[in-house]
């Protein structure tokens, strides 16, 4: 299993310039999350998802834009950079079930918006 | 919301001395909390986790105590090493969605030789 994985590692954007950044497991996981981590700080909650075609918002949803047709995937979209969104992103899954609760972190994205 | 607040934000131990990290939480129906230990530039990963039927928790260094009445909830390292160097984070969810979790705002434990 190659479990979560993000792509890309690094990414330079522009002010103003929209981008994806994509999430895929490999482990049947039914919740799927997006959050960034900016320094110094926690993991913020951006969005989540419980099953495919199901998503919702989380703590920090302004800006960010997400869907989950699949099983397998959650990309994450930024509309409009903005500097703000300078940050690293860590994708999430979780199997939803009844004794294991564990969420398994993707590698992260880190996000220079300038 | 949910709100969890993590204290101390530093710690600096000696070799083999132990470490304690307490968070409390807001929402009480909460009744997950997981504990990640994050490397630096690495993803967070779970540690040791506790649901809110369980007073107390152990793995071999490493256990959790919860405190539901107070809503707060601490992790106990023993004979720390300096392999424990890190940032670790608590979280609380349900366990009906731990996808979404509220997270402290990390601790930095440094473990001296």
């Not at chain 1, 482990?27 to 999350?33: F, K, L, T, V």
Request: aromatic share 10%; with cysteine.
């Amino acid at each position: 299993n190659a479990g979560v994985t993000q792509t890309p590692k690094f990414q330079v954007l522009k002010t103003g310039q929209s981008m994806t950044l994509q999430c895929a497991q490999d482990m049947n996981h039914e919740y799927m999350s997006w959050y960034r981590q900016d320094p110094g700080m926690g993991l913020r909650l951006i969005h989540y998802s419980v099953g495919a075609g199901i998503t919702d918002q989380g703590e920090v949803p302004n800006g960010y834009n997400v869907s989950r047709s699949t099983t397998e995937d959650f990309p994450l979209r930024l509309l409009s950079a903005a500097p703000s969104q300078t940050s690293v992103y860590f994708c999430a899954s979780s199997y939803g079930g009844s004794t294991n609760y564990e969420q398994y972190f993707g590698p992260g994205t880190r996000l220079t918006v300038t | 919301g949910e709100n969890v607040e993590q204290h101390p934000s530093t710690l600096s131990v000696q070799e083999g001395d132990s470490a304690v990290i307490k968070c409390t939480y807001s929402d009480s129906a909460s009744n997950y909390f997981p504990w990640y230990k994050q490397e630096l530039g690495k993803r967070p990963q779970l540690i040791i986790d506790i649901r809110s039927n369980v007073g107390e928790k152990k793995d071999q260094r490493i256990a959790v105590t919860l405190n539901k009445t107070a809503k707060h909830f601490s992790l106990h390292i023993t004979e720390t090493q300096p392999e424990d160097s890190a940032v670790y984070f608590c979280a609380a969810s349900m366990v009906t969605n731990a996808g979404k979790s509220t997270f402290g705002d990390g601790t930095t434990l440094t473990v001296k030789p």
